[in-house]
């Protein structure tokens, strides 16, 4: 897609507690998914260039809801509640859990999920389920390595390296790159896959652009 500002559309519409609360399941939308403390609303906001589109805080845990936002009357992104490690009392952690699993499993317009892991600690638990949720009902994955810049050059392509290896039995539903909400490190390659998804027009990529040089 030419127009580079295409995201910066992005406006806040709603925050669902449930899915009968969420607009109507047609067009497209790209879910935004991770551990509570990986960083996912600094990488929708690098991403939207807005700096308080998608609220940020110290403490983990913050994003409750599913929190909508519309880029045209077709499109959005979802902010989905962070998973794993929020301070919360635990059955409303299993609220979340159960929202979020009727989220995935039910709502069709649904065409890829972006899944943000700290780079300094990738593959937790939750995330693997859900990439194998994700590749059981043949639904796209990219995986950000986000906080990229917390590493040495070495280390981030060695981290890049080793998940790219123990996803490769998931290839090519699942592609993963490094990112830098901070720097900004990835977000042209992150936003030619969201074209892909929602239809916008196609830009090939080679993987070989996210090692560190």
Not at 73 to 78: C, V
Not at 169 to 195: I, N
Request: charged share 25%; glycine share 6%.
């Amino acid at each position: 897609m030419n127009d580079k500002s295409y995201y910066r559309k992005a406006t806040y519409d709603l925050g669902a507690a449930k899915l009968s609360q969420l607009t109507a399941d047609e067009g497209y939308e790209v879910a935004f998914a991770g551990r509570s403390n990986a960083g996912k609303s600094s990488v929708l906001n690098a991403l939207t260039q807005q700096k308080s589109l998608a609220r940020t805080s110290k403490t983990p845990g913050r994003t409750q809801l599913i929190n909508v936002f519309s880029l045209d009357e077709e499109r959005r992104l979802i902010d989905l509640p962070g998973y794993g490690y929020a301070k919360v009392p635990e059955s409303v952690k299993l609220q979340w859990q159960k929202t979020l699993n009727a989220y995935l499993q039910e709502r069709k317009c649904l065409r890829g999920i972006v899944l943000i892991m700290d780079i300094r600690h990738p593959l937790k638990d939750y995330d693997q389920m859900m990439i194998k949720w994700a590749h059981s009902c043949e639904l796209p994955v990219l995986v950000l390595l986000n906080k990229s810049d917390k590493l040495k050059k070495n280390p981030a392509n060695n981290t890049l390296f080793a998940v790219r290896d123990e996803l490769a039995e998931y290839a090519p539903l699942v592609r993963v790159q490094l990112f830098s909400a901070l720097k900004k490190t990835g977000a042209e390659k992150c936003e030619a896959v969201l074209d892909d998804w929602f239809a916008l027009g196609y830009v090939e990529v080679d993987d070989a652009e996210d090692i560190v040089g």
